[in-house]
């Protein structure tokens, strides 16, 4: 089955009422707004400056964060990276296109990317960074399970899903030097090698849109060598005139964490080796950030764009590693708040136009509905979509969430809505259930005392399992039986 693609675009003009919206009728590229979602892998909520971080420097997204809509309440739909990175495409929870977990499943060919719904409309499309969707080879060993017989189905690039231009890697890369690791000792974390020779492979290859591996600008800073991608597409798109979306997936902070001299010499009283390289792979990256948000100024193109950063999930590892998921519960691979409530910022001159911080739960499925909403497009099948536009968000129009969030994640399950989240951190585990406006380090559980609210919030978790379980059937796709 090849990807469902589209002529053009199902517009609302109002309720009920849709037309095609074809070639000659589409605004001018001058007028539509461009697209840049960001986000980096494994950072933690008290990662950053903004968030009250005292150990990182940050500056550059703390200088954005000062510009945007700061999200207080921003979430990963999953707590592992996979999952959230499909979020982002589809503004559906994982569960619905058969990627529960990191390196599992792939991309659906009927799913419905942003990127193939942008494209129809005019957009250049670009990915730059960790992909995570599928693999990108069938003949070549690459990564977690690129160019396995086992694996051959899971093929399912950025190029085959919407992306006109690719710099992309099927997992994760070392943050510094990311085609080489030492050859002795390599572990999570190494101080950058003096000498790349002495390197051997890494085992992870960057791809572009034509399947092929890419072999030069390598060495050095990982997040600068995606941002010397993205850069140049940017231009490109601009100058022809053409509005664009970017999803630019840094790798950092992600294991293994190797940041290069000047980096790791801003943390002098960091001794410990994967301390010191952590910490510096985020300063590395938070200079791409300010690398990026001048360039949109040097092309006069910032007001008109969106520009969003956050993180796929919470900090790896336990509370004694370098990561930060400040004072909430849970880390990495859970569904308490420390594993999927990230950083999370919006900046859009046009649409926010002063800076303020807002409690608002968002997710990363809202991206989706949030784009769309601005091109007046809906989907053309009605198929289930977990994100909301965020739209009245920015306008200060929208002040609770219309629906809740519904997370599950190897047998956990929660449901999070404006003030309640509930939660079951086990399959036999009792419901536990939580104030997260007045009790946001979920360290006491008021299930005894609302039983009415844990039973009407727990039919509603069962009942949206179910859909994304039929949804998980194929039942969504047009050409189901």
């Known amino acids: 089955m090849t990807k469902l693609t589209r002529p053009c675009l199902l517009v609302l003009l109002s309720i009920g009422q849709f037309i095609w919206l074809g070639e000659a009728s589409r605004t001018h590229a001058s007028e539509l707004p461009n697209f840049v979602l960001v986000m980096c892998d494994d950072l933690g909520w008290g990662d950053v400056g903004f968030n009250g971080g005292q150990i990182i420097q940050t500056p550059c997204l703390d200088e954005m964060a000062q510009h945007s809509l700061q999200f207080s309440r921003f979430y990963a739909q999953a707590p592992v990276c996979s999952p959230t990175r499909g979020s982002c ?100 974390a190494w101080d950058a090698l003096a000498d790349p020779a002495q390197g051997v492979a890494y085992g992870t290859y960057y791809w572009n849109e034509k399947g092929e591996r890419v072999t030069e600008n390598l060495a050095g800073c990982n997040s600068r060598i995606i941002m010397d991608r993205a850069e140049p ?142 091109l007046d497009v809906r989907l053309p099948d009605g198929r289930p979509v977990d994100g909301v536009s965020l739209r009245g968000v920015f306008q200060r129009e929208m002040h609770e969430r219309p629906q809740p969030i519904g997370f599950q994640s190897r047998g956990q399950l929660a449901l999070s809505d404006n003030r309640f989240k509930l939660i079951r951190a086990k399959p036999e585990s009792p419901w536990q259930l939580f104030d997260l406006l007045d009790d946001p380090t979920e360290s006491n559980d008021v299930a005894e005392d609302h039983p009415e609210l844990v039973d009407r919030m727990s039919q509603t978790l069962i009942q949206w399992q179910a859909s994304c379980t039929r949804s998980s059937q194929g039942l969504d796709y047009p050409d189901s039986p």
């Open 89 to 188: 495409m589809t503004g559906r929870h994982p569960f619905r296109y058969g990627i529960p977990y990191a390196n599992s499943g792939h991309m659906k060919p009927p799913e419905l990317t942003l990127a193939e719904l942008l494209r129809e409309h005019g957009y250049a499309t670009g990915h730059f960074g960790k992909w995570h969707l599928g693999t990108l080879t069938r003949t070549v060993r690459d990564a977690n399970r690129g160019g396995l017989p086992k694996h051959v189905g899971d093929y399912a690039p950025p190029q085959d899903n919407g992306f006109e231009v690719c710099f992309s890697t099927e997992s994760k890369v070392p943050t510094y030097d990311p085609m080489l690791k030492p050859a002795k000792g390599a572990g999570n």
């Open 233 to 374: 597409f940017l231009r490109r798109s601009v100058a022809d005139g053409r509005p664009f979306f970017a999803v630019i997936w840094f790798h950092s902070p992600h294991l293994p964490v190797v940041a290069g001299p000047e980096h790791r010499a801003l943390y002098p009283d960091a001794d410990d080796v994967r301390t010191r390289n952590y910490y510096g792979c985020v300063t590395a990256m938070d200079q791409q950030m300010g690398r990026l948000r001048q360039l949109l100024r040097e092309l006069n193109v910032q007001d008109n764009t969106m520009l969003a950063f956050c993180s796929d999930n919470g900090p790896e590892g336990k509370s004694s590693d370098p990561g930060s998921a400040g004072h909430f519960r849970g880390r990495k691979r859970s569904l308490y708040e420390g594993g999927i409530r990230v950083p999370g910022l919006i900046e859009w001159p046009r649409e926010v136009t002063k800076h303020r911080v807002t409690d608002y739960p968002a997710v990363t499925s809202d991206y989706l509905p949030t784009i769309l909403d601005y």
